[in-house]
């Protein structure tokens, strides 16, 4: 006859809750407001951020628009023997600023291709077009607009909605005559600072000073 065992086998509790009561349990009070902490503290850390980052995407899109100008200008005075004259009359900071922007429109006129000033590229006169999608028509409904219309005249604007500043003084010179920082010409972007502020040049977006 088998022998059978006369005692059941006895269901020892043990003394640690299995994984998967573990796993039921879920989070305790402390372990969720330390993560909700967490989040707000990481979430605190990006919002102050942001404004910086939006900073140095802005200005990375003006030094590449700039360098878009720049790149038309020399192929400009490639063709034309010299750049886009526009003189200042003197070389206070009012002066520069104000002439500056006459600039703009200078560049919209001799970059663009649109020439004859109605809004178009003038295709039917074989205007050359120096930087792409500078002309009115190709901008007016753009997001960020490379040109527009301010006080009746197109002008080339940056991607804050200012125009760019352009100087440029005829070649040869007197070292004494010459109010623009480089010999060649100056272009340069406000990157939506007070222009009339001296404390906020620093901020400007130029191709005299290191960005």
Do not use: C
């Not at 205007?127 to 028509?137: A, F, I, K, N, T």
Request: net charge negative.
């Amino acid at each position: 006859m088998p022998m059978t065992n006369r005692y059941p086998e006895t269901m020892i509790a043990s003394p640690f809750p299995s994984k998967s009561r573990r796993n039921l349990r879920g989070f305790s009070m402390i372990e969720l407001m330390t993560v909700v902490g967490i989040m707000i503290l990481l979430a605190g850390l990006l919002l102050a951020a942001l404004p910086g980052i939006q900073t140095k995407i802005n200005r990375n899109k003006v030094e590449r628009f700039l360098a878009e100008l720049e790149a038309g200008l020399s192929k400009y005075k490639i063709d034309n023997g010299s750049y886009p004259q526009n003189a200042p009359a003197s070389g206070s900071q009012a002066e520069r600023d104000v002439t500056g922007i006459d600039g703009a429109k200078v560049l919209y006129k001799e970059l663009s291709g649109d020439r004859d000033l109605d809004g178009e590229v003038d295709m039917e006169n074989n205007e050359v077009v120096y930087v792409p999608r500078l002309s009115y028509d190709e901008n007016k409904n753009a997001k960020e607009a490379r040109s527009t219309a301010i006080g009746g005249s197109y002008m080339v604007v940056d991607p804050y909605g200012d125009p760019i500043r352009y100087l440029a003084q005829p070649p040869n010179i007197p070292s004494e005559e010459r109010v623009t920082f480089n010999p060649t010409y100056d272009i340069w972007s406000i990157a939506g600072a007070d222009p009339t502020d001296p404390e906020r040049q620093a901020a400007h977006v130029t191709n005299w000073q290191s960005n």
